[in-house]
């Protein structure tokens, strides 16, 4: 946990002394594919509200890549490549949708070059700030979102993918109707 807290620290040095405010991350995801050759595939999916954010997305998104100590060993600037809308999937019929949500992906990529290391690697992305339309967040403007992944050590695993969700959330929910919804993820690798 303290490897952790570390590396939140450090990457958060980082992207502070930018001075970066982003008001509009609403979720997201970070994955890897290997590729051979200490080569992996790395993909940053960013959820964001085109309504109420005020800052474009990132251009490039840096990802930090960390020891398993915390240590801050390089960053790679995945290049933006655009957006997306999400079509709005309700999942009752109990009402209308209102026009006031909007929410776009965008899908960073980028191809890095890992050697083997004791402990592996740990990837992670970091944004401040959320937008202030948020309700159930105490000052929502000071809080930011970081995406995290563990490249296990090679004698671990040998050229392993990480597992990524089968299914993005619905965007409206109709309040005191139940909600069902498949969270799972899956690995390529199936394990």
Known sequence: MKTICRMVIVFALLICSVNLRATHIVGGEIYYDCLGNNNYRITLKLYRDCINGVAAYDNPAYIGIFNVNGVLLDSVGLPFPGSNFVPPTINSPCYTPPQSVCVEEAIYQGV??????????????????????????????????????????TSLAICNNSARYNNFPPIYLCEGAPLIFDHSATDPDGD
């Open 112 to 153: 890095v070059n890992l050697p083997p290391i004791a402990g592996g690697y740990v990837l992670s992305y970091q944004r401040c700030c959320r937008n202030n339309t948020i309700l159930n967040l105490i000052n929502p403007g000071s809080v930011g979102s970081t995406y995290t992944i563990g490249i296990p050590p």
